[in-house]
C-alpha cells in the first residue's frame, strides 16, 4: 500500500492512495496563492494599472516590459492569473480508479486531472459539495472571462530568466506547472463524472474496497473518507470542525479502529480563536458604517459567508444599524443563497428542524426579502444604480487580483474612512493587498477558519487512536514565524509520517486475511472436531471461484464415473487422476490400544521390540513390519496391498486430519 | 436452517393500513403503520394484537420504518406507539417526517372534530410520536443496531417516499412502499440497485395495468378540463394536499400560461402554501428537470393558483379546484361535490385510487344516488371522471423493478387478490422465482440458506489462485485444501501447515515401504532405467524423475532398486511413500509386481 503525494499544501490536498488493486486519489485542491504574483484584473477601466512601468533589468540585459509591471514598488506577471496544479508527473493520471472529494475547496482542481489526461474513472462527491463546487468553478471561470487579456506572459517562467528576477518572482517553484484557468467546457465535461453519495453510504470499489463519506462538520456536505475491506481500514481527513456552524457536525466515533488515518485541512490560523475574530470584525464594521464609511469583506461565495451573514444580521439590528445594506455580488451570489436553503438533510440539527414547519433552514431568505440584503451577479448593471452608502460589500475573489473585489480596491481604497476585512485564511492579507498600496482604506485582518485546531486534533486522535498517523510535513513542526509554538504541531506516538509534495511513502500495512464466501452446502459437509478446548477445526476440500475480487468456496464435485468401454479393458491399469492433496496428519499411534485393535481385526501374532524412538511391531504371520514412534508411523508389507490399506485405516483412526 | 418471516398485518391482498412485519435474522422490524380509508371501526388500523397480546410492543420490534406520508401508510402511527405503546426507533426520510405530522393532525381534526369520535389518539400524541423519529437520508446505511442496517432508495411516488433495504449478515430484504418506475412532472422515478434481496416485498396496486404513455393521459386530463370550463362548467379535482396535488398544479399552470385561459383556478386548504414550501425547500427530491432550473424558475410558485374560499363554491360561471381529501370521504372535497353533483355540467375528475366504502369508489363503480349522512339521498348528475395519475408502477413497472434489484423471492402487498394473482403468475413465469401474496396475519417463511463468511488467510488464497490459474478449467477443477480454524466466534481458513503451527501441533508421518521383486537380467542401474523409462509413458500427468543417486522419484514416491550379489537377476524394487501419495503409491505397487514390459 503507498501514498503519493501531488501537492503539499495541507490544506489543498491531492494525494492518491494504491490499496488492494485499486487507486484512489483523495481530493484535488487547486493553490490560487500563484495568482497573488500577478497583477489584478480590473473590471473596469484602471488608469492606475494600465500606466505602469514595465520591468527591464537594472542592466538593460533582459527586458520584460510587455510581461513584468512594476506595481506598488513590486514586480507583478502582468497576465492572466494562473493557478499551481498537483503534481501531474509523479503517477499517470489515467491510471486512478477513483477520485473521492472532502469538500467544495478541495475538488477546484477536478478539471485538470480529469480532462485531457485520459482519466476514466468516477469522482464521488455529496450533493452539496458538487453543485456548490460547481458554483465555486463556474464564478472562476466567469472571473476570467469577463476580463480577457490579449497577451499570456510566459518569458518571464525561462529558468535562465526567471533567476535574474527580483524577489519574490525569482524564488517561486515549479513556476512551468502553473496554469491558466480552466473553460466552462472542461467544467462541465470533469462534473459529468461525478457520482453522488450520502453520508455513511457504503459505495463498493471493483469489489475489493469500500469507501464511506463521512460529516465531518466543514462545510455544507463536506465529508471525510473511510477506505477499508473486511480487514484493513484508512480514514481520510479533510477540513473538519468541532464548531457548532452550519453543517451537520462531525462523525468522529465512526473513524476509530483505523490502521491509517491520513489528516489534511487544520486550521490555517491555529492561534486565531474564530469567535473572537467574529467579535472584532463586528467592532471594525460598526466603527467604519457609523462614521460614514464603507466596508469591503472579500469572501468566497459560499461557507462562512452564510454564518456571517446570520450573525451580522443579529449584530446590525442590536447595535441600531439594522438600515444599513448588504451587497453581495458575484456571478454566483444568487445560487449560493437558493442552493444554501435546500440541502436540510446536510445541516445541523437546529437549521434541520426548521424546514420541518416549513421555513428556510438560514435566515438569509428573510434578508432578502426585506431587501437588507441584496445580491447581484456583478457591479455592472442594477448594482450601480441601485447601491447607496454607507453599506457592506461581500465579494471576491479572497486574492483580490480578480472578481468584483477589484473594482472596489480600486473605487474605496483612497477613503481613510472604508474598511477592508479579511476573513479568508488561504491569502496572506499582506500580499493580497501587495498591488494597491500605499491605501488610506483601512485594513483589519480577522480570519476565519473553523477547521480543526492543534489541541482539537490531538484530543481527537486520543480518541480514535489511529495506529498510524500520516501528515503534511508542516504539521511536524512549529510555524516558521513561531518556533518555540511547539503546541502548534502534532506531536505522537508513534511519529506522524509526514510528506511533501511529490513524496511517495509506503504505508504499514501487513495485510494477511481476506473474506471468502462458502456455499451453504460446503458449509454444512464439514466436520469439526475439537483440538483443545474452544478451538475446533475442519479439513475443507473445496474449488475455489475468484469473480470481480470475490472469494467463494464451492464442494467439490465428484465427476461422473466414466462408463465402462468396451475398448479398454485395462481400466485398472490407469493411474489415477492428478488427486488432490492428501490432509496432513498430526496426533500419536499409542501401543496397547494400536495392539488391542489389531487383535480386534483378527492380526493376533505380534511381536513387539522396542527401540529408542518408539516399538517395532512384526506381524508373524503377515510378515508386515509396522514402526510406531511419536512423529510417525512406518508400515512396511510387501505382498498384501488389501492387508496394507486395512492396517493403513486401522492406524488412521489414531490420528486427526488437518 | 436461517429463514425470514413475513406477515402482514394490513395490505395483505388489500390496499389500505399497510403493515408489514419482518423477521430476519433473529430482528422483527415493521413496515408502515398505516390506517384503511374504508373503515370508521377497529378495522381502520392493523391488529397490532397479533404482536403481543398485552402491553407495549417496545420489546418485540426492533424498529419500524415508515416509506412515505400517506395515510394508508403511517396513519396509525401515533396509535402504535403511543396508545399501544412503543418506545423504540421510528424511520422515516426528512420530507417524510416534515409532512407526516401535519397529515395525521388534519386526519385528526377531521375524525375527532368533525365526526365526534373519542378514543382516538390527540394533536399531543402525534408530537410525542415525532419525537421517536430518525430521519432517513438516501443511500445512507443506517445501523439500528450491531447487525441489522437499513438503507433507504428513491421511490417517486410522492415527495420524500422511500424504498427500503433491510440487512442482517448476508440476509436481505427490500421494501418498496408505493413507487413510480416513470418520471413525472415533478418526481424522479424509483431506482434501485442490483442488490439481490432474499425477499422484495412490492406494493402491487396496478398489477393488471399497462398505463399508456403519460403524455397521453396529461392530454386527455387537459382536454377534459378545458372543455367543461369552455362551457361555463366547474371541474373538483379531490387530491390530497401534498403529491398529485403539485404535478396536477405544474400541469394546469403550464396549460393555463400557454393556452391563456382566464377562469380561475382554486386551491381548497390552508396548505397550499404551506404544502409547496415543503416543494421549495426539499426540491432536491424532486426531478431532475425541477431541480436543474429552481435557481432561475421555482416550479412550485405557482401565478394562476389561488387559494379558495368555501363561498365560491357558489360563485357563477366556471372554475378549477383542487380539494382536499383526494377519496371524497369527507372534508372539503365533499362539500363542494355534494353542491357541485347535481349539474351535469359540471365535472369531477378522480386522480387517483380510491378504497372501497369511500365516496369516491362508489361514484367512481358508477353509483347515481348516493346515501347521505341523515337519510338524505344524492343523485350524481355531473360527469365523473377516472384520471389514473396516482403515481404507483403498473405491471410493467414491477417487472422493471424485479430486473433491477433480482430478487430471489417476490412477496405482493398493497393489492387485490385477483390481480395479484395474475401478476403472481407472470412474476413466477418470466422470473422463475418464487411469487408469495399472504392475505392479513398470514405468515410467508422463506429458507434463506446464506453462504458462510470465513477469513481466509492470503497466503493460501493467493497461492491457490496461482495455481489455479486466472481462468479456472470447469472440466478439471482444482481442489483446493484447507483447514478452518472456529476460535472464539472467528472462522478462519488456513494452510494445513499453518494450521498445525498455530495449534502448536507437529505433524505425524505415515509411510508406507513396498518390496517388489522381478527377474531382470540386466543390471542394477540399467533396470532402474528401464523402470524410469516405463513409467515416463505410463504416468503422463505425473512428475517422473531419475535421480544421479540411483533413484526414481514420481512426486514424492522414492524407487530404489536392488540386487545381492548371490542372485544379480532377481531385483528388488523399493517403493517408498508418504501417505500424501497414497493412491499414486498403491497404483506403482500393483504395476510393478506385474513385471516391467519387455
Redesign the interface.
Known sequence: MKLYCLSGHPTLPCNVLKFKSTTIMLDCGLDITASLYFLPLPLVHSPRLSKLPGWVSKDGAVNLEKELKECSGRVFVDSQPEFCLPERELLDLSTIDVILISNYHCMMALPYITENTGFTGTVYATEPTLQIGRLLMEELVAFMERVPKAHTATCWKNKDIQKLLPAPLKDVVDVCSWRRCYSMLEVNSALSKVQLVGYSQKVELFGAVQVSPLSSGYSLGSSNWIIQSHYEKVSYVSGSSLLTTHPQPMDQSSLKNSDVLILTGLTQIPTANPDGMLGEFCSNLSMTIRAGGNVLVPCYSSGVIYDLLECLYQFMDSANLGNTPFYFISPVANSSLEFSQIFAEWLCQNKQSKVYLPEPPFPHAELIQTNKLKHYPSIHGDFSSEFRQPCVVFTGHPSLRFGDVVHFMELWGKSSLNTIIFTEPDFSYLEALAPYQPLAMKCVYCPIDTRLNFHQVSKLLKEIQPLHVVCPEPYTQPPPAQPHRTDLMLELQPAPMAYRRCSVLGLPFRRRYERIHLLPELAKSLVLSEMKTGVSVATVSAVLHSKDNKHVLQPVVKPAPVPPSKKRKRVTEDPPEVLDPKPLLTGAVPLEPFLALLHKNGIMEVKVEETSGGHILHLQAEDVLIQLEEEGTHIICDHNESLRTALRDLVLRFLHKL | MPEIKVTPLGAGQDVGRSCILVSIGGKNIMLDCGMHMGYNDDRRFPDFSYITQNGRLTEFLDCVIISHFHLDHCGALPYMSEMVGYDGPIYMT?PT??ICPILLEDFRKITVDKKGETNFFTAQMIKDCMKKVV?L??????QVDEELEI?AYYAGHVLGAAMVQIKVGLESVVYTGDYNMTPDRHLGAAWIDKCRPDILISESTYATTIRDSKRCRERDFLKKVHETVERGGKVLIPVFALGRAQELCILLETFWERMNLKAPIYFSTGLTE?AN??Y?????WTNQKIRKT??QRNMFEFKHIKAFDRSYADNPGPMVVFATPGMLHAGQSLHIFKKWAGNEKNMVIMPGYCVQGTVGHKILNGQKKLEMEGRSTLDVKLQVEYMSFSAHADAKGIMQLIRMAEPRNMLLVHGEAKKMEFLKDKIEQEFNISCFMPANGETTTIVT??????????NL?KR??AL?GPL?DSKR????????????NSL??VS??Q??KE?G????????????QLHDSHSDSETLGRIYTYLKS?????GVQHLPDGTVIVESIVIKVTSSPEEPNLKVILLSWS??????G??L???LKKGLPS
Open positions: 426528512h417526517k416534515a430521519p437520508n438516501l443511500h445512507q446505511t443506517v438503507k404551506k414550501n415543503y421549495k425547500l426539499f426540491i432536491t429552481f435557481v440458506n446464506p453462504n458462510v463468511p470465513v477469513d481466509i488467510s492470503l488464497l491457490e489462485m489455479g479456472p477443477p482444482r481442489t483446493m485444501r484447507g483447514t478452518l480454524i472456529m476460535k472464539d478462519r481458513l494445513p501447515e494450521a498445525l495449534l501441533l507437529s505433524e505425524h508421518q505415515l509411510r508406507f515401504t513396498c518390496r517388489v505410463a504416468l503422463k500427468n505425473y501417505y500424501q501419495d497414497e493412491e499414486l498403491s497404483f505397487s500393483t504395476l
